[in-house]
Every structure is written in C-alpha cells, then in structure tokens.
C-alpha cells in the first residue's frame, strides 16, 4: 500500500515505496540482490539489464536491504528513462555492457522519416527482449539520425541485421559513448492548474485539458498508470513526483504542489514527456 507523510506545513505528501506486486517483481529484487552479493563476495562488477522507472525503484529498495553502496544506475545518457544497475566494488575493473548505436534514416522523397514507434516496432521485430534495449532518442535538431541504446550484444545483432525502419533504409554504426553529442532534453515546459483535490481524475483532468468526467472513463478503461502501475481507480491520492503514463496521450510528472488559491484549490506543476 502507498503511504504518505503528514503535511506540516514544511513539505508536500509524497508517495512512499511500493511492494513488488506480482512473482516478476519479486524475482527482480531477489536477482538484484543476487547482483549486489555476489559483487561485493567476489570484487567483481555486476550489472542488470535495463530497468524501467519502475523496476529501478524496487532494485534501489534490493540494493538498500542487501547492504550495498558501491551502486550507480546508467542509462547513457542525461535524463535517460531506462537505465541499468552498476554495482562496482571499490577497486574492481569496470565491464559494463552498455553500448550505443547510431542509426542514420534515409526515407524516400515524400515519404516521412520513422517516428519513435517506428524505430522501437523494428528494433522488436529482431526478436531482442525490451529489458535488452534502452532509450531511443531521435535528437531535435538532426531529422533522420537516432541513437539507441542498448545491451552489448543486442547493439551487435541491431548493427549486423537492421537495415530498415518503418520505410526507411537505414545505416547502422556503433557510437562510442564518450564521443555522443548532447542529448539532452532541453527545458522542459511546466505548467500549473488548480484542481479541486489531488485525486487521480481531478488532477489527469488538468493535465489532459478535459473533464473529470472524461478523464475518469480513461482510468476506468485500464489506460492509465502511475509510476508504471496500472490503476482503475479514479479516487486514487496522487503525490508530488508521480509520473503519470496514459496510454494514446502520453507521459506527465507532476512536479510540484506550490500551494492553494485563495478559494482553497489545490495548485498543480507538472510537464509532459
């Protein structure tokens, strides 16, 4: 069950940690902690594979109830989403398998160049496991170029055997990782709204631009999750730092609870991925 803090005034509510939920959740924080254990008997580096938000809290909880503090997770680049654990004892070599590929799109004139979906649609029809893949970051500012990263023998299968996406031909070239442009997100907008409490459907209401009542029938329909745990319940407490995926509409955090309006609504900050 998720908990909360008392509001004295000082700090927000925030949202406590939550327990595995099913046996693949259980397994992964007993591998972590297998990971964590064997790393530090033996001296040697240990990694996971990519985590999502998610499965990185419950591996930070496995980490913490092992003992073990010579942890870090890495994603590759700033701001990465999925990230994997990197547990390297103090003087142990590093081995991680974190590797980067660069893909370069050559679309047909007219045609549109691949879209996220695109590229992750092609990359799993090679057949690698999601948990073998990170982040797919389409940079802005050059049209036509991707960066995925990715497990080191994934990036080798994605490098010999990829050669479309979507309509697109495209180039495939492993990219060192201290040789990557900025990638980075760029500043985000945030936004504010008042709401009349911090319930799910009052607050996604405010996020999406519609009704409570509309916002309502998406959670009663499955479509929504919180910190990448499906909810259908529309009185559901939301807490500040909570991540919001609603399927067909996207990602949002809310950020921030600056304070009440003066007819005692609940002010919201949050952004949209």
């Not at 949202?15 to 007993?30: A, H």
């Amino acid at each position: 069950m998720a908990r909360s803090i008392d509001d004295s005034g000082a700090r927000n509510p925030v949202r406590g940690f939550i327990p595995p939920q099913n046996d693949k959740e259980r397994f992964l924080m007993r591998h972590i902690e297998d990971l964590a254990r064997t790393a530090e008997a033996r001296g040697i580096p240990k990694y996971s594979s990519f985590l999502s938000d998610r499965e990185q809290v419950l591996a930070k909880a496995a980490l913490s109830r092992a003992g073990c503090s010579c942890w870090r997770l890495d994603g590759g680049h700033p701001d990465a989403e999925r990230q994997l654990v990197a547990i390297e004892p103090e003087d142990s070599w590093t081995d991680s398998p974190l590797t980067c590929v660069r893909l370069e799109c050559r679309a047909a004139p007219g045609a549109d160049l691949p879209a996220h979906k695109d590229y992750l649609g092609s990359l799993m029809g090679l057949a690698l496991k999601r948990e073998a893949l990170g982040d797919i970051v389409l940079p802005p500012d050059t049209p036509g170029t991707a960066y995925v990263f990715a497990l080191e023998p994934a990036a080798r299968l994605i490098c010999e055997e990829l050669c479309q996406v979507g309509r697109a031909e495209v180039s495939c070239t492993l990219q060192p990782l201290d040789e990557l442009p900025d990638l980075s997100p760029g500043e985000r907008v945030v936004r504010t709204a008042a709401v009349s409490s911090l319930r799910l459907d009052a607050v996604l209401a405010a996020m999406l631009h519609c009704s409570r009542g509309a916002a309502a029938a998406l959670i009663e329909a499955g479509r929504v999750e919180i910190n990448h745990l499906p909810t259908e319940n529309v009185h559901a407490p939301v807490y500040e730092g909570d991540i919001f995926t609603v399927r067909g509409k996207g990602r949002f955090a809310l950020t921030g609870l600056p304070g009440k309006t003066r007819k005692d609504r609940q002010i919201v900050a949050f952004f949209q991925y």
